[in-house]
């Protein structure tokens, strides 16, 4: 059984930067696809961003320039560096894993992902 658990949520001015962390135990990481979603108040949970076993990333149009997804093999962690945040990023950010996706209509979507984590909040204020 996969556990993944994220860190480095926080208050922050628009404009600032954070660097979310999600530890992952059990299971083979270099193996899964890993991803960030996140849900705002008053709204619908958001793919963010993904990273496939392979090294490739893809992002949502409305965080490409801002947000980097990355991933440390060697210590089982995937990381999410958002620069130039907006109050509008503000959210729950969960950190996803699965093995076997390929297709960007499946690492988009939340129900796609075997093991979830519990999420970080991030604020960002005006």
């Known amino acids: 059984q996969v556990q993944l658990v994220e860190s480095g949520g926080g208050l922050v001015q628009a404009g600032g930067s954070l660097r979310l962390s999600c530890a992952a135990s059990g299971g083979t990481f270099s193996r899964y696809t890993m991803a960030w979603f996140r849900q705002g108040p008053g709204k619908e949970r958001e793919f963010v961003a993904a990273s496939w076993r392979y090294g490739s990333t893809y992002y949502v149009d409305s965080v490409k320039g801002r947000f980097t997804i990355s991933r440390d093999n060697a210590k089982n962690t995937v990381y999410l560096q958002m620069n130039g945040l907006k109050p509008e990023d503000t959210a729950v950010y969960h950190c996803?894993?699965?093995?076997?996706?390929?297709?960007?209509?499946?690492?988009?979507?939340?129900?796609?992902?075997?093991?979830r984590g519990q999420g970080t909040q991030v604020t960002v204020s005006s």
């Open positions: 996803a894993a699965a093995d076997g996706l390929f297709m960007i209509a499946t690492v988009t979507t939340w129900g796609s992902y075997n093991y």
